[in-house]
């Protein structure tokens, strides 16, 4: 056990152990590794630590010498980082996946590895020219990134030597019983020199050659051997030669961890017995001389590498440590990562071309903030989308909250708060990293007629729908009557988007995905439907006059969720597909997006627990996506939907449907199986 004070009464040299000190940046940036680079990889990855020459201090009890980690630590492989009178620890890390797999791993083979290194090192004399070889460590861990608690064990390998102790025979002294003031004065610019212009080559372990009244010499440890004398078996420095080491202690009586690997190197490969220390610890502006010089007698060395110097915990107990970093963080950015864990977890485990840029990146606007609505936003919320915008004229009502996931009793109280306000709040207070906003106005329709005092409001309501179009990269409509989804079902197809509807009965729902416009179209593909190509009649109406069970959705509770999940699911599958929005409805290529088909329809019965997932190209009569819908609209813009306000009939002539209608065609109704 480490005790400053025993070198007053015993000859053993005793080495003051290295006590870590780790940032709350190294832990954050081992977080963003583990995410974004390590994922479920459990092995051995390089990081360097570093350690200083101790700063002075006029305390009587000096610190512990400290090892720093910090966010470099990861990217400080060469060193080009380290300041002046730094020096590298270099190491291993294992990160297990979990705390049970903390528990259960083999934590001194790690550490066993990492001494084997230095050993290596040692009996193959590339510590000589290499002495950065001879600091390492090792960290066993495991990261909870859930709570940010991180589960610990550091250690610093020094190699023991199996014959006894290395005693010093004669008592730490101050360098300036060996040397003057004028040639420690030398001593320090010559080594501050030397590190520089050699990038630190003399650290942390180099030669020096002090004689009476000369300016000491100083060379790199590689010189060592040169100044070994060789007496029969026995080796030893010649007269007036130090080894010196960049000392991390501030202990008047022991030098630093440090030296016992370094007389390991010289009792292993250099054979000495005996050896004069110079353990520096001078800083500029060198106000007092701290570097003390030391005769030690070194046994000799073992065949194998046998090593001590796991950290204690303050206990003093060789034992894991919990690092929490969860309150010093952001609590938003907390979240985000946490949120973000799950999805990645997808990518590292079941779908690699998992595009989470992609989708984090999408804007999604959905027109309704009704029961749908509620279900799609907190899907597409659990995919990762970050950016939701809401349509929606209505208020929470006391019917609501128990259907419509966003939406809580005091919401529907006084009056009621507007769904699409009321929504994209909630979706905030679900999770902060979300950018949503809710907009109240009234989506025009057609067969809705609109007066000249309407005008203006309508014009408005018109202009912002369509700016929130052009602004998204996706709509989804979400509405409950046929005519709501027209005027956003034209608008997409004018500008690109892609859009999907879904709608709900009592015990079936459809999830439809538009059709591209046909510039978006690959060379010779046939155009996929909207939700309008297969109707025969034109959007009118259906609003008034309906009754109690007509104005209310009647639906089995459990469908909106099925519906609502299957048009994101479909939604992520197409940005996923190498065509996007264009892509073919071909329910037997499930490899292009990694996610499935993607099919133009699912149709689904509950009663019947069944789906169908059907196709159907797009119309030349569509009232909603046929060149000539789309051409009147670019044509003669707000006036052309003035006209399909205000008169039902228009979109059938314009589209010629209205020459499907007529009399019934006068069928022969004779039975004769002559007739086939």
């Not at 630590?49 to 400290?66: G, N, T, V």
């Not at 320090?188 to 030397?194: E, L």
């Not at 994101?568 to 264009?582: D, Q």
């Amino acid at each position: 056990e480490f005790n400053e004070d025993a070198m007053a009464t015993q000859q053993l040299l005793q080495f003051a152990p290295f006590a870590s000190n780790i940032s709350i940046t190294f832990w954050h940036e081992l977080a963003k590794l583990k995410l974004d680079v390590h994922k479920l990889s459990e092995s051995a990855v390089p990081f360097a630590a570093h350690y200083a020459l101790p700063p002075a201090s006029k305390s009587k009890k000096p610190r512990a010498p400290a090892v720093d980690m910090d966010y470099q630590a990861f990217h400080n492989a060469e060193n080009e980082t380290l300041a002046s009178y730094q020096y590298a620890v270099h190491g291993s890390l294992v990160n297990t996946n979990t705390l049970e797999g903390f528990k259960q791993l083999k934590k001194a083979e790690v550490f066993q590895a990492e001494a084997e290194k230095i050993w290596n090192s040692i009996t193959s004399g590339d510590a000589l020219s290499h002495p950065e070889q001879l600091c390492r460590c090792c960290l066993v861990m495991h990261a909870d990134l859930k709570k940010y608690n991180f589960y610990y064990m550091l250690g610093f390998p020094a190699l023991k030597f199996e014959a006894g102790d290395v005693t010093a025979t004669s008592a730490p002294a101050s360098l300036s019983s060996v040397m003057s003031a004028e040639q420690i004065q030398q001593l320090h610019i010559a080594y501050s020199n030397a590190s520089v212009a050699a990038a630190a080559a003399l650290a942390p372990f180099f030669v020096v050659e002090i004689a009476k009244d000369v300016a000491p010499n100083l060379w790199p440890l590689s010189d060592l051997p040169k100044f070994v004398e060789q007496t029969g078996e026995q080796a030893r420095l010649r007269d007036g030669v130090y080894v010196g080491v960049a000392d991390p202690s501030a202990f008047p009586n022991c030098p630093g961890w440090p030296v016992r690997n370094l007389l390991m190197l010289l009792a292993a490969r250099l054979h000495l017995c005996a050896a004069r220390l110079l353990c520096y610890r001078d800083l500029p502006p060198y106000a007092e001389c701290r570097s003390i010089v030391v005769d030690v007698a070194i046994p000799a060395a073992p065949t194998s590498a046998i090593a001590v110097g796991w950290e204690a915990n303050s206990a003093g107990k060789i034992q894991p440590r919990v690092a929490s970093i969860s309150d010093t963080m952001d609590p938003v950015k907390l979240a985000t990562t946490a949120v973000d864990l799950n999805l990645k977890l997808v990518r590292w485990r079941m779908f690699p071309e998992l595009d989470l840029d992609r989708i984090g990146n999408t804007r999604v606007l959905l027109l309704g903030a009704g029961t749908l609505g509620c279900n799609v936003a907190r899907t597409l919320m659990g995919w990762g989308i970050r950016k939701i915008t809401f349509v929606d004229n209505g208020k929470v009502s006391f019917s609501n909250p128990v259907r419509q996931s966003l939406f809580r009793f005091p919401d529907c109280q006084n009056g009621g708060r507007f769904k699409a306000e009321a929504a994209a709040e909630s979706l905030a207070s679900i999770f902060p990293g979300m950018e949503t906003k809710g907009y109240v106005f009234t989506i025009p329709m057609p067969g809705h007629a609109v007066s000249q005092e309407m005008k203006p409001n309508v014009q408005n309501d018109v202009t912002l729908l369509e700016e929130l179009v052009k602004s998204h990269d996706a709509v989804f409509l979400l509405g409950d009557s046929r005519e709501m989804r027209w005027l956003p079902t034209l608008l997409c197809m004018v500008y690109s988007k892609i859009a999907i509807t879904t709608g709900l009965g009592y015990d079936s729902f459809v999830v439809v995905r538009h059709g591209m416009s046909p510039q978006d179209a690959p060379e010779d593909a046939q155009r996929l439907g909207c939700y309008f190509c297969s109707d025969v009649v034109a959007p009118r109406d259906s609003m008034t006059d309906r009754t109690l069970d007509q104005a209310c959705t009647v639906t089995r509770p459990g469908l909106s969720m099925i519906a609502a999940a299957l048009a994101v699911e479909l939604f992520i599958s197409l940005l996923h597909h190498p065509l996007r929005g264009c892509a073919p409805a071909d329910e037997h290529d499930h490899e292009s997006t990694g996610l499935g088909s993607v099919p133009h329809q699912i149709r689904g019965f509950l009663s019947q627990w069944t789906n169908l997932c059907l196709y159907g190209y797009n119309s030349a009569k569509c009232t909603a996506c046929s060149a000539k819908v789309l051409n009147e609209y670019k044509a003669r813009g707000f006036d052309f939907l003035m006209e399909v306000f205000n008169n039902p009939t228009y979109l059938e002539v314009l589209t010629e449907l209205n020459l499907l209608e007529g009399p019934s065609p006068n069928w022969d109704e004779d039975n004769s199986e002559d007739d086939f």
